[in-house]
């Protein structure tokens, strides 16, 4: 396995092998198979583009060859930020067929974020877009080059300005020859700055060859990307899935979720987040054989008349979006005759929309209890409309387990709230090269703890009832508290800073940062100031702050620690006022 990376214990993968969960696919393996299959059939949409199996397979292939040669090799990690584009994947499978590991980045992430993966998983590139959403990637991508020095590569989807159109690199495999124009090489060689040429330059064919002939190809154990924890420290973790374990979870994921060949699945939250990535999700549909329709905006105007063009069956939202969706159906009442499922999940979706979708949109609620590090638990397409309106569900795997426990790790009686401890043959056993926190994480025998607190049902069904991480849940978008206590204590007027979740109606939550200034310093910073001096760091705008509250001095616990418990009561009094 990938040095830093914590293995199942040997007797754990004998178990997981002999009982089927692991088959031995690896990423590779599975599309060329489904190329075989499908041939012809479209696997992924994106815009007016249609891509056959056939054709995702083949352009996986000439990119592979292409990464190659500019020397992505076998266990090299690049950080991947891109939009949903068919583009991000033939890059990802590319990546996969080479043993080179995906990071994946949220197209929100900015240049801390960015720069702080890239420089933990020592990215040798970086891929991205070349705007988006009114957002230039290329700027951002100067801002990190200057600051990682392993990065080598920066690929550009679209205009690559000094770097490398992501284009030039898909090779002709017979030949080596680039299957498309040269101009945008040409540019990189005529760049100003004489390390982009180099580092852009592709290698002769002899060099290509020679680096060719060291590659092993992957196997089903190794990690196949990394993926972003939602975090609960200061720092962002990583979190390695291997072809194996991942694979299994589509396979699960895509039975229970009723896929096959005919599927429609529509892609409306950013492919990069594990949810939609897997949960059936983009993979787990190709998995299946279905068609991938990718949306690059989530609002009713833009996926409603692509549901019904496409004739989508699946799709999966966050509760914030699909309070958004069941108002817009309430108005103006679309019919959707080919969707049988509507996902939601990322958190807790209150009962009384729950019971709203069925009517509104004429399909079936799935709610989605899922973790990127493994667990993931859903409401089965025939359960009771009583289970799935009140509950997150059940784990998705018999060979899962599950543990609800009290602060002591002892079990809680059956229905009492505790804890949720989970292990399986999908949920890893450690975070990338973070032996100190995994130590905390995880219980000695394997469990990682999820920060969830639940209680299970007589019928085996969780019911999610808070957290007992210190993070906050922005309407699905995970922030860690410390990280932003972190960057906030930066600040040259602020003495202390205690960041907590705020109730709010749409997003479920949003961000409260409690500062107390310095008081050597003459005028206190405003909010606004603050808010400015976050976004100057580099920091994710989800991640700012909504409001921003000074106090003297904060509460404390009987042991001396900050009450954030006394912080979320005192806010929750201001906003009663
Ligand atoms: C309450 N809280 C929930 C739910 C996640 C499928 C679905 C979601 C994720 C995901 C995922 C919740 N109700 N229905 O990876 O594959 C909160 C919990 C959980 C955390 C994980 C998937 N669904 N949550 O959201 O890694 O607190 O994964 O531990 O982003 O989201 O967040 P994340």
């Given at each position: 396995m990938l040095a830093g990376c914590s293995a199942w214990p040997e007797e754990f993968a004998k178990l997981y092998r002999r009982e089927g969960c692991w088959r031995g696919e690896t990423f590779g393996s599975m599309l060329r198979e489904r190329a075989k299959v499908y041939g012809d059939r479209i696997a992924i949409v994106s815009?007016?583009?249609?891509?056959?199996?056939?054709?995702?397979?083949?352009r996986t292939d000439r990119l592979a060859e292409g990464m190659k040669r500019i020397g992505i090799r076998p266990k090299d990690r690049v950080v991947v930020q891109l939009p949903n584009v068919a583009a991000f994947f033939e890059v990802i499978f590319a990546l996969f067929r080479i043993g080179a590991l995906?990071?994946?980045?949220?197209?929100?992430?900015?240049?801390?974020?960015?720069?702080?993966i890239s420089e933990f998983s020592e990215a040798k590139a970086y891929i991205i877009t070349d705007r988006e959403a009114g957002f230039d990637y290329r700027e951002l991508a100067r801002e990190v080059i200057r600051e990682v020095p392993t990065l080598d590569h920066v690929l550009v989807v679209g205009e690559p300005e000094e770097f490398v159109a992501l284009e030039k690199l898909y090779m002709e495999p017979e030949t080596g020859h680039e299957a498309d124009s040269c101009k945008e090489n040409?540019?990189?060689?005529?760049?100003?700055?004489?390390?982009?040429?180099?580092?852009?330059?592709?290698?002769?064919?002899?060099e290509f060859e020679e680096v060719g002939s060291s590659m092993a190809e992957p196997r089903p154990e190794d990690v196949a990307f990394l993926?972003?924890?939602?975090?609960?420290?200061?720092?962002?973790?990583?979190?390695?899935r291997t072809h194996d374990d991942y694979i299994y979870s589509l396979r699960l994921s895509a039975e229970i979720c009723g896929?096959?060949?005919?599927?429609?699945?529509l892609a409306v939250l950013p492919a990069a987040h594990n949810y939609p990535l897997s949960s059936p999700g983009v993979l787990g549909t190709l998995y299946a054989?279905?068609?991938?329709?990718l949306a690059r905006?989530?609002?009713?105007?833009?996926?409603?008349?692509?549901?019904?063009?496409?004739?989508?069956t699946i799709t999966a939202l966050v509760p914030p979006l699909a309070l958004v969706w069941l108002d817009a159906a309430a108005r103006i009442k679309p019919s959707f005759p080919h969707l049988q499922v509507l996902q939601v999940g990322g958190a807790k979706f209150s009962a009384e929309a729950a019971s709203r979708v069925k009517s509104l949109l004429g399909c079936q609620l799935q709610q989605v209890f899922g973790m990127a590090e493994g667990l993931v638990n859903y409401t089965r397409l025939d359960d009771p409309d009583e289970t799935i309106i009140n509950t997150q569900g059940r784990p998705m795997s018999t060979w899962d387990e599950i543990r609800v426990v009290d602060d002591e790790d002892v079990e809680v009686k059956p229905g009492e709230v505790g804890h949720l401890l989970t292990r399986g043959p999908y949920t890893i056993r450690g975070y990338y090269k973070a032996e100190e926190h995994n130590a905390r994480a995880f219980t000695s025998d394997g469990f990682y703890r999820t920060g969830d607190l639940v209680r299970i049902d007589a019928a085996g069904y969780i019911v999610v009832e808070g957290r007992d991480k210190d993070q906050i849940n922005r309407g699905g978008e995970k922030i860690?508290?410390?990280?932003?206590?972190?960057?906030?204590l930066a600040h040259p007027g602020v003495h202390d800073a205690a960041v907590v979740a705020m109730l709010d109606e749409y997003l479920g939550e949003r961000t409260c940062a409690f500062i107390i200034p310095k008081p050597t310093v003459d005028s206190l910073p405003s909010s606004a100031q603050i808010r400015a001096f976050l976004t100057d760091r580099g920091l994710a705008a989800y991640k700012i702050p909504d409001r921003i509250e000074f106090l003297d001095s904060f509460p404390k616990t009987k042991v001396g620690k900050v009450s954030k418990k006394a912080l979320r009561e005192l806010l929750a009094e201001k906003q009663r006022c």
């Amino acid at each position: 396995m990938l040095a830093g990376c914590s293995a199942w214990p040997e007797e754990f993968a004998k178990l997981y092998r002999r009982e089927g969960c692991w088959r031995g696919e690896t990423f590779g393996s599975m599309l060329r198979e489904r190329a075989k299959v499908y041939g012809d059939r479209i696997a992924i949409v994106s815009g007016e583009r249609r891509i056959s199996y056939a054709e995702l397979d083949a352009r996986t292939d000439r990119l592979a060859e292409g990464m190659k040669r500019i020397g992505i090799r076998p266990k090299d990690r690049v950080v991947v930020q891109l939009p949903n584009v068919a583009a991000f994947f033939e890059v990802i499978f590319a990546l996969f067929r080479i043993g080179a590991l995906p990071v994946f980045a949220l197209p929100l992430h900015r240049r801390h974020e960015i720069s702080y993966i890239s420089e933990f998983s020592e990215a040798k590139a970086y891929i991205i877009t070349d705007r988006e959403a009114g957002f230039d990637y290329r700027e951002l991508a100067r801002e990190v080059i200057r600051e990682v020095p392993t990065l080598d590569h920066v690929l550009v989807v679209g205009e690559p300005e000094e770097f490398v159109a992501l284009e030039k690199l898909y090779m002709e495999p017979e030949t080596g020859h680039e299957a498309d124009s040269c101009k945008e090489n040409e540019k990189a060689e005529r760049a100003d700055d004489p390390s982009q040429l180099t580092k852009s330059k592709l290698r002769s064919r002899e060099e290509f060859e020679e680096v060719g002939s060291s590659m092993a190809e992957p196997r089903p154990e190794d990690v196949a990307f990394l993926q972003l924890s939602g975090g609960t420290t200061g720092l962002p973790k990583l979190i390695p899935r291997t072809h194996d374990d991942y694979i299994y979870s589509l396979r699960l994921s895509a039975e229970i979720c009723g896929l096959d060949e005919n599927s429609v699945y529509l892609a409306v939250l950013p492919a990069a987040h594990n949810y939609p990535l897997s949960s059936p999700g983009v993979l787990g549909t190709l998995y299946a054989g279905g068609r991938v329709v990718l949306a690059r905006g989530a609002s009713p105007e833009e996926a409603f008349p692509l549901m019904i063009r496409e004739r989508v069956t699946i799709t999966a939202l966050v509760p914030p979006l699909a309070l958004v969706w069941l108002d817009a159906a309430a108005r103006i009442k679309p019919s959707f005759p080919h969707l049988q499922v509507l996902q939601v999940g990322g958190a807790k979706f209150s009962a009384e929309a729950a019971s709203r979708v069925k009517s509104l949109l004429g399909c079936q609620l799935q709610q989605v209890f899922g973790m990127a590090e493994g667990l993931v638990n859903y409401t089965r397409l025939d359960d009771p409309d009583e289970t799935i309106i009140n509950t997150q569900g059940r784990p998705m795997s018999t060979w899962d387990e599950i543990r609800v426990v009290d602060d002591e790790d002892v079990e809680v009686k059956p229905g009492e709230v505790g804890h949720l401890l989970t292990r399986g043959p999908y949920t890893i056993r450690g975070y990338y090269k973070a032996e100190e926190h995994n130590a905390r994480a995880f219980t000695s025998d394997g469990f990682y703890r999820t920060g969830d607190l639940v209680r299970i049902d007589a019928a085996g069904y969780i019911v999610v009832e808070g957290r007992d991480k210190d993070q906050i849940n922005r309407g699905g978008e995970k922030i860690a508290a410390e990280e932003v206590e972190n960057h906030l204590l930066a600040h040259p007027g602020v003495h202390d800073a205690a960041v907590v979740a705020m109730l709010d109606e749409y997003l479920g939550e949003r961000t409260c940062a409690f500062i107390i200034p310095k008081p050597t310093v003459d005028s206190l910073p405003s909010s606004a100031q603050i808010r400015a001096f976050l976004t100057d760091r580099g920091l994710a705008a989800y991640k700012i702050p909504d409001r921003i509250e000074f106090l003297d001095s904060f509460p404390k616990t009987k042991v001396g620690k900050v009450s954030k418990k006394a912080l979320r009561e005192l806010l929750a009094e201001k906003q009663r006022c």
